[in-house]
């Protein structure tokens, strides 16, 4: 600590070079002669928001590999694991958790507080059955931590079980193959569609049908978005939610042509399985998380460039490349601009 005079503004840590420091200096402050004297630099900027715009839908969050996974869907109330304590991620209603992992849930105790802390509700927290009482002894060990009891729900699913989390719209988990019991989720749509032979028919024969109890609609199943979380290959990457859904978001931790064993023992996927599951892919847009801080996003970039190619590449974002996200996001809102 040093003394500043009476109202005269601290300015001496910032502008050390300005005066020299006193020869009998505490630690840390050099005895100088006047000229540059070293202070200890600011901490680096801690990491900015992902962001993709894919209408209708907004894919924020965060996603590095080990560190933390927080994946929102703003539009759909949902969001995909809670690894780091993100404010924008408190609006979600729903909290559906891929695993267990450190990276996955680290910040779901803050989640279920801060909405309490902020009167927004109870959190839900939608997870694999099998993680389900771990999921409660955590938070219940914050519980008797706190010395307070902090709200929340917890909606256990089986695979395949699925909840309504908006009118029509499904959340549906999926057994995935991970190093921990893991699941991906699918967000569905269910639409009512006139069975094909009654098309045309009158109003009134059509209620005569009905009431008469007859099943007059089909249920059409649109797939909006899929989430693989941490996952090795498998055939429940080419399910028919995950393959014709709208947006995939999936995991990509590896990228060197020579990871691919650490990707196989970490039970990751690698940028090869991508490359060949895109081409069965239908979706508008494949969004890469999980990418790990040691990969440079240059890097990423080139190795997506030279394994796919046209259309197939174009439709392939990293979520935490944030120039590449906000020229694209420039460029939306330019072309909206000239629309209106
Ligand atoms: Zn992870
Ligand atoms: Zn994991």
């Known amino acids: ?40 630099k600011p901490p680096p900027r801690e990491g900015q928001i992902g962001f993709l715009y894919i209408p209708p839908y907004r894919i924020q969050g965060t996603s590095v590999a ?22 924008c991620a408190l609006a979600s209603k729903y909290v559906a958790l891929t695993h267990g992992h450190m990276d996955h849930i680290g910040g779901l105790a803050y989640y279920a507080s801060q909405r309490q ?10 997870c694999d059955k099998r993680i389900a009482p771990d999921v409660h002894k955590m938070m219940r060990g914050f519980n008797d931590l706190e010395r307070q009891k902090t709200p929340y729900q917890l909606i256990e699913l089986d695979e395949n079980e699925e909840l309504e ?17 893991s699941f991906g989720w699918t967000l569905v749509e269910k ?13 009134e024969k059509l209620r005569e049908l009905k009431d008469r109890g007859q099943e007059i609609t089909n249920t059409l199943e649109v797939p909006l978005i899929a989430n693989t979380g941490d996952t090795l290959p498998g055939p429940h ?4 939610d995950v393959r014709k859904a709208q947006v995939v978001v ?7 042509p020579e990871h691919k064993g650490r990707a196989k023992i970490g039970m990751h996927l690698h940028i090869d399985d991508i490359a060949e599951w895109s081409r069965v892919l239908e979706c508008e847009a494949l ?3 999980h990418v790990s801080r040691r990969t440079n996003i240059t890097y990423a970039r080139k190795r997506l460039d030279d394994l796919l190619s046209g259309e197939s590449r174009e439709r392939v974002h990293l979520l935490m490349d944030h120039r590449a996200c906000r020229e694209r996001y420039e460029r939306q809102a330019a072309e909206a601009g000239t629309a209106s």
């Open 165 to 181: 989390v908006k009118n029509n719209i499904f959340l549906r988990g999926f057994a995935t193959e991970h190093t921990s019991p």
């Open 66 to 87: 080990g560190e933390a996974t927080t994946l929102m869907v703003p539009e759909l109330d949902v969001c995909f694991d809670m690894g780091a304590p993100l404010r």
């Open 237 to 240: 990457l080419v399910r028919d």
């Open 287 to 289: 969004i890469l998380v």
């Open 117 to 126: 802390f902020q009167g927004m509700g109870e959190g839900t927290i939608v």
């Open 250 to 256: 999936s995991e990509c931790t590896f990228f060197e």
């Open 1 to 40: 600590m040093h003394n500043c005079p009476p109202r005269a503004p601290c300015t001496r840590l910032f502008f050390a070079y300005t005066q020299p420091a006193p020869v009998n200096a505490p630690a840390g402050r050099e005895p100088g002669n006047g000229a540059f004297t070293m202070i200890p």
């Open 191 to 203: 639409r009512s569609k006139l069975k094909p032979e009654l098309v045309g028919l009158p109003q």
